[in-house]
């Protein structure tokens, strides 16, 4: 029989498959992601199960979650090697209806089983009194255990003499599904997918789709890698969970920089003309604009800092200008009468300009 809860860090401390269960997270959040965009949710990684995308109400109650059991494999799975596999999702089920998170009263629930193999459920057809298969695989790529018919449902329930459910465990039967993903055995052909993904989703709002999969690789890391507090998992767990605002502003980072490398690019002859850069300064100016959009976001960055705290005091000077340059020039030129800077003629300029348009767009 199929006992005892699930272990909420052993996924942590084994370490293994973290690279599979991240790029299948991050595939399934861009396959998503146009109807991500406009719903409060949250994003959990070895938590209850290896991913748990959560979604919030308008009061703040949960109304779905959506789990994912992430395996790779070099074989096809078969109906015993997936016993295993759907133990464990049911006993995860199981333990997040248990959840004091509150709950809304058209909560539903869906776990799957996600892999980048075929998996083919075999069982006795007793009308033919003959084994048959039920593919999962790039032809079809999800199946709901209700859709199942009827005598592979009641072969899955049995399970086999190392592998039995207990009643609970059944009930979460119909919550099943079985999903095949089209990634790849190794992490650089994964990446590689995952840069492809981005470009599609995000197109020209994201001047370098491989930086973006990147950063949120990075955040993603941080909430995989941090253990489950008392050993005990939480959805109310701040420290398990990436927020869709957090998601939002980091994606907001992403496509606000290549607004503003644009931005430079329209404007930088004119720039360069009213703070009399001459044209060979004009390619250093180009790319210290591009390193003061990222030296901003870097709180280590003092001189930085220091210029996107004066621009944001001095956003009533905005209200003044109806050009652009214009107003870049007499922020450069107040800066000048009240503050020293360690950066250089060209530098400051850049990131005055660079900041000027960070803080215009945040208004």
């Known amino acids: ?29 861009l396959e998503k992601y146009n109807s991500l965009k406009n719903q409060d949710y949250f994003i959990m990684l070895e938590h209850y199960d290896d991913i748990v995308f959560g979604f919030l109400n308008s009061t703040g109650k949960l109304s779905e979650i959506t789990t994912y059991q992430a395996k790779k494999s070099g074989t096809i799975w078969t109906t015993n090697s997936v016993y295993e596999i759907i133990d464990k999702i049911t006993k995860s089920g199981i333990e997040i209806i248990k959840d004091s998170f509150p709950k809304s009263k058209d909560y539903t629930q869906s776990q799957h089983f996600i892999t980048n193999n075929t998996i083919s459920l075999d069982y006795k057809c007793l009308s033919e009194n003959k084994t048959k298969k039920f593919l999962i695989n790039e032809t079809r790529e999800t199946v709901s255990y209700l859709n199942l018919v009827k005598d592979c449902q009641d072969s899955l329930k049995k399970g086999n003499p190392k592998i039995t459910f207990d009643k609970n465990q059944v009930l979460h039967f119909d ?15 994964q ?25 949120l690789i990075f955040h993603l890391k941080k909430i995989e890698s941090t253990y489950n507090q008392g050993d005990i998992p939480k959805l109310s767990d701040k420290h398990k969970k990436i927020d869709s605002s957090e998601i939002e502003n980091i994606l907001n980072i992403l496509t606000t920089k290549n607004l503003a490398l644009e931005f430079c690019r329209k404007r930088a ?39 996107i705290r004066f621009i944001e005091s001095n956003k009533s000077i905005f209200t003044r200008f109806t050009s652009d340059v214009l107003c870049i020039k007499e922020l450069y030129n107040v800066f000048l009468k009240d503050h020293n800077s360690t950066l250089n003629q060209i530098q400051l300029k850049a990131s005055i300009s660079a ?5 215009l767009m945040q208004k």
């Not at 850069?277 to 030296?295: P, Q, R, T």
């Open 1 to 29: 029989m199929a006992k005892g809860k699930i272990d909420s860090n052993s996924g942590v401390q084994a370490n293994v498959g973290f690279d599979f269960q991240r790029n299948t997270c991050i595939y399934v959040f």
């Open 175 to 189: 919550n099943l599904n079985f999903t095949f993903i089209d990634l790849g055995r190794n992490t650089k052909s």
């Open 191 to 215: 990446l590689e997918l995952l840069t492809g993904k981005f470009k599609t989703v995000f197109g020209n709002k994201i001047i370098d789709h491989t930086a973006a999969r990147d950063t």
């Open 269 to 307: 002859d004119k720039i360069c003309d009213e703070l009399s850069i001459n044209v060979f300064d004009a390619m250093s100016f180009e790319l210290d604009f591009e390193n003061s959009l990222d030296e901003f976001k870097d709180l280590k960055q003092g001189e930085h800092q220091k210029i």
């Open 355 to 359: 900041g000027y348009f960070l803080i």
